[in-house]
């Protein structure tokens, strides 16, 4: 079993920039895929950005180019670097780590949640 605890939400202007970090603990070897996901108020959880166990990327057209997730070698720490942000990023963000790449192709009930980090961008 993994747990997975994320830290660096905050609240920016808009344009700003910030580095989400998400901390994996246990079983880490046995992670597969590692995610970002984000649940702005009203709307559904999307998947945003993921890698998978050998480094392959993938991110939703609506990050792309802005957002940047990357790891350690060990696995037990992955990190969301986001550039140029919008006030429609403003969102609760949470890692996730399951079996599938990308891993919002994943079933509900095959990921792995963290707890969340806000953040808030202001225009």
């Known amino acids: 079993q993994v747990q997975l605890r994320e830290s660096g939400g905050d609240s920016v202007q808009s344009g700003g920039s910030l580095q989400l970090s998400c901390a994996a603990e246990?079983?880490?070897?046995?992670?597969?895929?590692l995610g970002w996901f984000r649940q702005a108020p009203g709307k559904e959880r999307e998947g945003i950005a993921s890698?998978?166990?050998?480094?392959?990327?993938f991110y939703k057209d609506s990050v792309k180019g802005r957002f940047t997730i990357s790891r350690n070698n060990d696995q037990t720490i992955f990190y969301l670097q986001m550039n140029s942000l919008k006030p429609e990023d403003t969102a609760m963000y949470y890692c996730?780590?399951?079996?599938?790449?990308?891993?919002?192709?994943?079933?509900?009930?095959?990921?792995?949640w963290g707890q969340g980090t806000q953040v808030t961008v202001s225009s």
């Open positions: 890698i998978a166990r050998l480094g392959t990327t």
């Open positions: 246990g079983d880490t070897n046995s992670i597969y895929s």
């Open positions: 996730a780590s399951g079996p599938c790449s990308p891993l919002w192709t994943c079933p509900a009930s095959r990921k792995n």
